[in-house]
């Protein structure tokens, strides 16, 4: 996989006989307490190796468009104007890497939070992606097309199983962190890149000390299990990862670091 260019809010990545195109959508401080150990506790203390702003954790917001030139694939799509004012700029990504939205037929959710889902809505309530035709997302997460969702209801596609959407892309289950987090592998003539979206919340950590937890994991210790499973598929020849919450723009290498893991980024940070 191979880093081509890249701007103020995307770049831009050679795999194969892909392109993945990664998106910025903006960033969320969060409270460090939200980390969790083995007992559900807030890990105490904090690693120095994990970098704090005001006092918060900062989580990189990303999305990821996939293509072969033909059929295209956009995973997650940030929040909107759901939640705070640091998001939002998944659009302004899009016209900065010059992708239309209306090319955009098939959006692939990770899971129901809100900073993945809520960007299907503009902010005046119109739909982001106007000849959409397929949301793809886990069943176990159906019900967040309700509301400032419903409108996109009727194009909900659910996952219940490993399937494929496209001939390079096929849908993992993964729950834990919620009932229908997906993970989506890309298989390019180059390898796999796996594309998840809160398998990791805090890269410099979580990492090296994978039973770590997070506060919003529905089923802690499924979310664990599927995180260790999914690190030790990362760490074989020709994986690489794009995670919503790694530090833009997300995309790795993941090798083994003695009992750990260690995570090489392939393309320098956006901030």
């Not at 939002?88 to 209306?102: K, V």
């Amino acid at each position: 996989m191979r880093f081509i260019s890249g701007g103020r809010l995307h770049a831009l990545f050679e795999f194969g006989d892909l392109q993945v195109v990664c998106l910025r959508d903006g960033y969320l401080d969060v409270p460090p307490t939200q980390l969790l150990d083995e007992s559900g506790s807030p890990l105490d203390p904090l690693p120095d190796t994990v970098p704090l702003a005001a006092g918060n954790l900062r989580l990189s917001v990303n999305a990821f468009y996939i293509t072969d030139g033909i059929q295209s694939v956009l995973v997650d799509t940030g929040a909107s104007n759901a939640l705070d004012p640091t998001m939002g700029s998944l659009y302004d990504a899009l016209t900065e890497a010059g992708i239309e939205r209306d090319d955009i037929i098939d959006v692939a959710i990770t899971h129901r939070h809100g900073d993945h889902v809520h960007g299907l809505i503009t902010p005046d309530g119109s739909e982001a992606f106007p000849r959409l035709e397929r949301v793809w997302i886990g069943a176990g997460d159906t019900a967040v097309f309700a509301g400032r969702l419903e409108p996109i209801r009727n194009r909900v596609v659910p996952i219940d199983a490993e399937i494929p959407i496209t001939s390079w892309l096929t849908a993992v289950p993964t729950a834990g962190h919620t009932p229908g987090h997906t993970v989506y592998d890309v298989e390019s003539s180059t390898g796999h890149l796996l594309v998840w979206g809160d398998t990791v919340h805090v890269p410099s950590l979580q990492f090296e000390q994978p039973h770590v937890t997070w506060e919003f994991d529905g089923d802690r210790t499924q979310a664990r299990e599927a995180r260790t499973t999914l690190l030790e598929q990362l760490v074989k020849p020709g994986y690489f990862v794009a995670g919503a919450h790694l530090d833009s723009p997300g995309v790795a290498r993941v090798t083994r670091a003695g009992d750990s893991y260690a995570l090489t980024y392939l393309a320098p940070s956006i901030s």
